[in-house]
């Protein structure tokens, strides 16, 4: 089941702070966070694991509540770069559906000078 | 290390035709899945494989196909294709086993028009 993403389009100006959320359904193994760019692939974010490990990168901060299956990507100090469209990616603590990511809709993140 | 890449990066198709696209992953990664994407429906699951072995499939017609060579490199196929094929269609490898546990790597994409 797709994972529900919150909210759909947000506009800053530089220098403000975004919070984009993601939520499932199901009980989470893994939550991913991939940026898009218009005409570009989706690049790699965060992700974040059932029991507190997080993999990603350094600038980039995000919580994941497994108990209310609920990721939080927080964008502080936002920089014209960081317009996009951000994806959540779900995989659920299941054992073999462990191999299927599914994506929320995205969240269009505008950021003007 | 060179990225993920798809061929062809754009085809024009009619309807009723079929179309195979094709990905290599990054060199050392067997995971391979691949994605539709459009407008206002994000990334839609289609399949992914491993070892040459589909282990998740997607809610899409029999009409999709894919399917994973030795080499890790990756095709699918779509038969009869219709308007709402439309769309961009990409690929992305992984190293691990378990495509939830290790980050994804894009390719560029296929943009396929049905006419």
Redesign the interface.
Known sequence: Q?PVQSPQAVILREGEDAVINCSSSKAL??V?W?RQKHG?????LM?L?KGGEQ??HEKISASFNEKKQQSSLYLTASQLSYSGTY?C?T?PNSG???????????TLLTVNP | KAG?TQTPRYLIKTRGQQVTLSCSPISGHR?V?W?QQTP??????LF?Y?SETQ??K?NFPGRFSGRQFSNSRSEMNVSTLELGDSALY?CASSLAK????????????TRLTVL
């Open positions: 797709q193994y893994s991913h991939y570009e692939a989706p690049v790699f992700i694991l993999k990603g994806f990616g995989a073999g559906s462990n191999y299927k990511l599914t994506f929320g809709k995205g | 993920v995971s899945s994605y206002g429906q994000g990334l839609q699951f992914e491993f282990r998740n997607g990409l378990l495509a939830g546990y290790n980050e994804q790597f894009f390719g560029p994409g």
